[in-house]
């Protein structure tokens, strides 16, 4: 009987067995993504230039130019993180008052299959 592989979730979480958690592989692709956005530059000891550095220009003043420049910041960090992954398709950034939210629309490499997820991080 085939079983889907299972991926480690994120973030990282014991389940009721008292295991690491795990997760089918359309959430894993959905994790990756998210790591990618929400990773500040430097974060990772071990990865020093993993990210995208989005968390930081919720801070910058807000014009069209800088919501341009921040949408292909992120379409550029996820191409160069993920692109064995996904093609990414569309990008969207908008800022709430007390919320960042990205819009990705890609499809995945080895299904093909076309998604659109959005991604919400808290602003402190």
């Given at each position: 009987?085939?079983?889907?592989?299972?991926?480690?979730?994120f973030?990282?979480?014991?389940?009721?067995?008292?295991?690491?958690a795990?997760?089918?592989?359309d959430?894993?692709?959905?994790?990756?993504i998210?790591?990618?956005?929400?990773?500040?530059?430097?974060?990772?000891?071990?990865?020093?230039?993993?990210?995208?550095?989005l968390?930081?220009?919720?801070?910058?003043p807000?014009?069209d130019?800088?919501?341009?420049?921040?949408e292909?910041l992120v379409?550029?960090?996820?191409?160069?993180?993920?692109?064995?992954?996904?093609?990414?398709?569309?990008?969207?950034?908008?800022?709430?008052?007390?919320?960042?939210?990205?819009?990705?629309?890609?499809?995945?490499?080895?299904?093909?299959?076309?998604?659109?997820?959005?991604?919400?991080?808290?602003?402190?």
């Amino acid at each position: 009987m085939f079983t889907e592989k299972p991926f480690t979730d994120f973030p990282f979480t014991i389940d009721e067995r008292g295991r690491s958690a795990s997760t089918n592989e359309d959430d894993h692709v959905r994790d990756l993504i998210f790591q990618v956005l929400f990773t500040s530059p430097g974060e990772r000891v071990n990865r020093p230039e993993f990210g995208c550095g989005l968390k930081q220009l919720v801070f910058a003043p807000g014009s069209d130019a800088l919501a341009a420049a921040t949408e292909q910041l992120v379409h550029g960090s996820l191409i160069r993180w993920l692109d064995p992954v996904v093609a990414v398709e569309e990008v969207t950034v908008e800022i709430d008052d007390a919320e960042l939210k990205v819009r990705v629309g890609y499809s995945r490499r080895d299904t093909g299959e076309k998604r659109e997820d959005v991604f919400r991080h808290p602003i402190p």
